[in-house]
C-alpha cells in the first residue's frame, strides 16, 4: 500500500505537466492569428474563416472615415511611429518595413510639359523678347552697383585640383561668395502617397467560431488589411491592391493607446465618440463577405463567375450562416 501512495506524487506531477503543455499549445495556436480572445481548440464545436470587405465611403462607415481622423490615417501615422508591424498578407508570415509600405501606397508623379528652347510652347512661334528697363531707385536715377561685400576663404588648388602648401601649410586666397559654385537644387520628387480620405477600402478577416464550453457563437476578427481602391487615378493597373495587413490584437492595442485620433464619431453626440476598438467589438459598422475558405481558397465572385454574382453569393452565404447558427438552437 505504501509503495501506492509514493507513485501517486509522481503521476500527479506527470499529469499536471501534461495538463499545462496542452493548454500552452492551445493559447499558442490561437494567440499568434492575431485575435485577442483565446478559445481553445478542444472547445471549437464548428469554425469557418471569413473575410469580409468594408467600404468607408458607406453611411454606416463614415464614423470611421471622419475628416482627419480616418482609420487609414490613424494606422499609417502608427507604422511610421515604428508603433505597428506591417504584414504582406493575412498569414502574418511575412513583414513590411514602413518604406516598403509607404511604396505600396505611392504614385507616380509624372514631369511637367517644359518649353521650347526658344521660351514658346512646344510647336508655337518663339516668344518675343522685350527689353529690359534699366532699374532707378524711383526717382530717375539710375541705382549705384551692388557691392558684394561676402567673401570666403578657399583654398588654393594647383592644375592637378590639389591644395598647394607653403613650408607644409595650405595657402588660402579670399574669393567673393557669388563665386563659389553653388550647390545643385535637389532632384524633383518622382511619387507621392497617397492621402487617406483615397484609401477608403479595408479587408476583415475573421474565424466564426462556436464555443461549446459557452454555447455561443464568436466572430473573432483575426486581421484588417488596408487595400489601394482599384478606381484611384494613379493606379494603373486598374486592380485592387493589399497595402498592408495587421493584427487584430496589434490594432487594439495602438486604438486604446491613442484615443484623441482613433476614435469612432458619433455623429449625433460629440460626447459620446467610441474608440475604435470598441467599434469593432461592437460591430459598429458594414460589410459583405468576398471569400470563405474553401478548398482552392477562391473568392466568391470567382467561384460563381463574376462580381454580380459574387455579389448575390454573399448575400446568400450571410444567411446560410445566420441559419446554421439558429440551427443549432433548434435540435
Known amino acids: 500500500m505504501t509503495r501506492y501512495f509514493k507513485a501517486l506524487p509522481f503521476t500527479v506531477a506527470a499529469l499536471a505537466t501534461a495538463l499545462v503543455g496542452r493548454a500552452q499549445e492551445q493559447a499558442t495556436t490561437t494567440a499568434t492569428t492575431g485575435a485577442i480572445r483565446q478559445i481553445p481548440i478542444s472547445d471549437q464545436m464548428f469554425r469557418k474563416t471569413i473575410w469580409r470587405a468594408i467600404d468607408l465611403r458607406e453611411k454606416q462607415n463614415r464614423p470611421m472615415f471622419s475628416d482627419g481622423k480616418q482609420i487609414g490615417k490613424v494606422i499609417i501615422d502608427a507604422v511610421k511611429r515604428g508603433e505597428l508591424q506591417a504584414y504582406k498578407n493575412d498569414s502574418v508570415?511575412?513583414?513590411?518595413?514602413?518604406?516598403?509600405?509607404?511604396?505600396?501606397?505611392?504614385?507616380?508623379?509624372?514631369?511637367?510639359?517644359?518649353?521650347?528652347?526658344?521660351?514658346?510652347?512646344?510647336?508655337?512661334?518663339?516668344?518675343?523678347?522685350?527689353?529690359?528697363?534699366?532699374?532707378?531707385?524711383?526717382?530717375?536715377?539710375?541705382?549705384?552697383?551692388?557691392?558684394?561685400?561676402?567673401?570666403?576663404?578657399?583654398?588654393?588648388?594647383?592644375?592637378?585640383?590639389?591644395?598647394?602648401?607653403?613650408?607644409?601649410?595650405?595657402?588660402?586666397?579670399?574669393?567673393?561668395?557669388?563665386?563659389?559654385?553653388?550647390?545643385?537644387?535637389?532632384?524633383?520628387?518622382?511619387?507621392?502617397?497617397?492621402?487617406?480620405?483615397?484609401?477608403?477600402?479595408?479587408?476583415?478577416?475573421?474565424?466564426?467560431?462556436?464555443d461549446k464550453k459557452r454555447s455561443r457563437m464568436y466572430h473573432q476578427i483575426k486581421?484588417?488589411?488596408?487595400?489601394?481602391?482599384?478606381?484611384?487615378?494613379?493606379?494603373?493597373?486598374g486592380l485592387e491592391k493589399n497595402i498592408a495587413t495587421f493584427k487584430y490584437s496589434d490594432l487594439v492595442r495602438v486604438f486604446r493607446n491613442n484615443p484623441q485620433s482613433a476614435i469612432w464619431f458619433n455623429a449625433q453626440n460629440d460626447a459620446q465618440h467610441k474608440n475604435l476598438a470598441d467599434a469593432f467589438e461592437l460591430w459598429l459598422f458594414n460589410s459583405y463577405i468576398v471569400k470563405v475558405s474553401n478548398p482552392t481558397n477562391d473568392d466568391l465572385a470567382s467561384q460563381y463567375g463574376g462580381e454580380r454574382e459574387g455579389l448575390l453569393a454573399a448575400q446568400q452565404t450571410a444567411a446560410d450562416l445566420v441559419e446554421y447558427e439558429y440551427n443549432l438552437w433548434s435540435f
Not at 511575412?94 to 509607404?102: I, P
Not at 477600402?201 to 475573421?206: N, P, Y
Open 93 to 210: 508570415t511575412s513583414t513590411y518595413t514602413a518604406k516598403e509600405m509607404a511604396s505600396n501606397m505611392s504614385y507616380p508623379i509624372e514631369a511637367p510639359i517644359s518649353a521650347d528652347a526658344d521660351g514658346g510652347d512646344w510647336g508655337s512661334a518663339p516668344a518675343a523678347k522685350t527689353p529690359k528697363k534699366a532699374a532707378d531707385d524711383g526717382w530717375g536715377a539710375p541705382l549705384p552697383a551692388a557691392k558684394n561685400s561676402a567673401t570666403k576663404r578657399v583654398a588654393v588648388l594647383d592644375a592637378k585640383g590639389k591644395p598647394v602648401k607653403k613650408n607644409g601649410k595650405v595657402i588660402y586666397k579670399t574669393v567673393p561668395v557669388s563665386s563659389v559654385a553653388a550647390a545643385p537644387p535637389p532632384l524633383p520628387a518622382t511619387s507621392a502617397e497617397y492621402l487617406p480620405r483615397d484609401l477608403y477600402q479595408l479587408e476583415l478577416s475573421e474565424e466564426m467560431i462556436f
Open 223 to 237: 486581421t484588417i488589411s488596408l487595400k489601394l481602391p482599384s478606381t484611384l487615378p494613379g493606379n494603373s493597373s
